[in-house]
């Protein structure tokens, strides 16, 4: 497994923009296919994006298309999450989770390692 630490949630208005980072231990990073949940309050936790290992194939949640792009850095073993355009309804907890496989999934179980999480709050 990994170690996984998110950092760049916060507040901001609709309409803005924030940049989530997620920083992860180990010499295999490119190993990894990664993704971001994220869990609402109230509500089950769910998929953001998730990006393979060599950074060439991305996956996103219908919810999500077009305003938020998922990245890795393998040379410093991060991923990212450039969030554009929020919205009141992408209020929630941020995860950064780790899938030891090549092949992408958008499934919550499948993912072995997970970060803490960090807090997005979009006010309207």
């Known amino acids: 497994q990994v170690q996984l630490v998110e950092a760049g949630g916060g507040l901001v208005q609709a309409g803005g923009s924030l940049r989530l980072s997620c920083a992860a231990s180990?010499?295999?990073?490119?190993?990894?296919?990664m993704g971001w949940f994220r869990q609402p309050p109230g509500r089950e936790r769910e998929f953001v994006a998730a990006?393979?290992?060599?950074?060439?194939?991305?996956y996103y949640g219908d919810s999500v298309k077009g305003r938020f792009t998922i990245s890795r850095d393998n040379a410093v073993n991060r991923v990212y999450l450039q969030m554009n355009n929020l919205e009141p309804e992408d209020t929630a907890v941020y995860y950064c989770?780790?899938?030891?496989?090549?092949?992408?999934?958008?499934?919550?179980?499948?993912?072995?390692?997970w970060g803490q999480g960090t807090q997005v709050t979009v006010s309207s």
């Open positions: 989770a780790a899938r030891r496989s090549a092949i992408i999934t958008i499934t919550t179980n499948m993912y072995d390692s």
């Open positions: 180990g010499r295999t990073f490119s190993s990894y296919v």
């Open positions: 990006i393979g290992g060599n950074g060439n194939t991305a």
